[in-house]
C-alpha cells in the first residue's frame, strides 16, 4: 500500500487510475446524464468519497492547475468532493486556494445563490473542476454561473474524459480543457 500523503505524482497517477478502474468502470447498459444511452459508466464519487481517492485526486489536480488559480470550483454534487480536496491539499501546501460549490438550482431561500462559498474579487482566475465530461454541458453551467458574477474562467479541468465531444466543445467556447485519464486509458487498463 502506498502513501498517498508522500507519494510520487506518477506513483498517485497509477494509484488513482486503479481506483477508477476497481471501483468506479462498470460496464453495461446505462443513460447518462447528457440523455446519451452508453455501454459504460463512471461512478467518480466512489473514489472522489474514498479518503485516499480525494488525497490523491486534491494532490494530482492541484499540480495540474494554472499557476494563477486563485479558486477551483464545480456543479454541485460530483464537483463537491474534488473540488473540496483540491482546497484541502493547497492549504498543506501553503498555496489555499478557496473552494466554491456551484447550484444547479438557485438557493430557494435566504440570498437565492447560485455559488456557495467565499466571495472573491471580480476578476479572480477560477478553475472548474468535474468529475467526468461526456459533452461538456455540465461544467460549461458552472463556468457561464461563475462568469455571470465576474470570475475569470479558463479552463476546464476533468478527472475522467469520455471523449465524446467535451474537449471540442470547451475549446469552442475559448476554454483550455485537461483531463487527468480518458476513457480510453480507463478502458486499456481495465482490460488488462
Not at 477508477?20 to 459508466?41: H, I, M, N, P
Not at 501553503?94 to 474579487?121: D, F, M, N, S
Not at 465576474?150 to 474524459?161: E, F, M, P
Not at 475559448?174 to 483531463?179: D, I, N, P, T, Y
Request: with cysteine; aromatic share 8%.
Amino acid at each position: 500500500m502506498i502513501s498517498v500523503a508522500t507519494a510520487d505524482l506518477s506513483t498517485l497517477r497509477t494509484y488513482v487510475l486503479d481506483l477508477f478502474v476497481k471501483l468506479a468502470y462498470r460496464e453495461g447498459d446505462f443513460t447518462l446524464s447528457s440523455g446519451q444511452k452508453s455501454s459504460y459508466y463512471i461512478n467518480g464519487k466512489q473514489v472522489t468519497l474514498k479518503a485516499e481517492g480525494a488525497l490523491a485526486i486534491g494532490r494530482l489536480l492541484l499540480s495540474m492547475l494554472p499557476p494563477d488559480t486563485q479558486g477551483v470550483a464545480g456543479l454541485t454534487l460530483g464537483a463537491d468532493p474534488i473540488v473540496s480536496a483540491v482546497s484541502v491539499v493547497s492549504a498543506y501546501e501553503k498555496c489555499p486556494i478557496p473552494a466554491l460549490i456551484v447550484r444547479k438550482q438557485a438557493k430557494g431561500h435566504g440570498t437565492q445563490a447560485y455559488i456557495e462559498g467565499p466571495t472573491l474579487p471580480p476578476g479572480t482566475p477560477v478553475v472548474v473542476l468535474e468529475d467526468v465530461v461526456t459533452t461538456g454541458k455540465s461544467a460549461m453551467l458552472a463556468v457561464e454561473r461563475l462568469q455571470a458574477v465576474g470570475y475569470t474562467v479558463d479552463t476546464v479541468i476533468a478527472l475522467v474524459d469520455r471523449e465524446q465531444g467535451g474537449a471540442a466543445y470547451y475549446e469552442s467556447r475559448g476554454l483550455r480543457f485537461q483531463s487527468l485519464f480518458s476513457i480510453t486509458d480507463i478502458q486499456k487498463y481495465y482490460q488488462q
